[in-house]
């Protein structure tokens, strides 16, 4: 068995006005980023595996540290088999470029939703590119988790919210 985990962290550093907005514009959350962290016990290191600075990439944790402070984490044991599927994912798709529109279109979504209505990312569904919270939500399905959304139009709060309703541990 494996294990893969699921982070939310902040930048170190106060200003960051690029956190600032995605904490306020999700409802004053203490964090702004979701991201993917595994074990390797061949190298002895956990990495870090996220949609961050222009582009989807894999990042050492003791860096990671010295860059973000994690907020929560959520943990979930899955098989080999599993496990090489997302790592396979993962390499896959690392150098993929950050979704900078479909960030837009997520304004969009928000700013609907506060008026009642639900509509579908506008900007999303660009193959090869990801933010955050789209590329952790990819993961999670490749897991087994049960996401309700669309996850284009997921925000790092959303996928909090999916995880803290689970059994710790489950999947759907």
């Known amino acids: ?19 600032w907005l ?15 962290k595994v074990y390797s016990t061949k190298y002895d290191r956990s990495l870090i595996y996220q949609a961050s600075s222009l582009f989807v990439n894999f ?9 973000a402070l994690t907020v929560r984490e959520f943990s979930f ?6 496990m090489t599927r997302v790592m396979t994912f993962a390499i896959d798709n690392a150098g993929d470029p950050y979704d900078i529109p479909s960030i837009f279109g ?8 506060k008026f ?16 955050c919270s789209k590329l952790t939500a990819s993961i999670l ?3 087994g988790a049960k996401i309700d959304s669309n996850i284009e139009s997921l925000t790092p709060r ?4 999916a995880l803290d309703g689970m059994a710790p541990g489950a999947l759907a």
Do not use: W
């Open 22 to 36: 995605i904490r306020l514009f999700d409802g004053c959350t203490p964090y702004s980023h979701t991201f993917i």
């Open 106 to 113: 997520l304004v969009a979504v928000k700013v609907a939703n």
């Open 77 to 82: 044991s899955v098989s080999d088999e599993t």
């Open 59 to 67: 990042m050492g944790e003791a860096v990671f540290n010295r860059e």
């Open 141 to 143: 399905i490749e897991i």
């Open 1 to 19: 068995m494996s294990k893969i985990i699921v982070g939310f962290s902040r930048p170190r550093r106060f200003f960051a006005p690029y956190s």
């Open 116 to 131: 009642g209505y639900r509509i579908a990312n506008p900007l999303g569904k660009r193959q090869g590119a990801f933010f």
């Open 158 to 161: 959303d996928i909090y919210r």
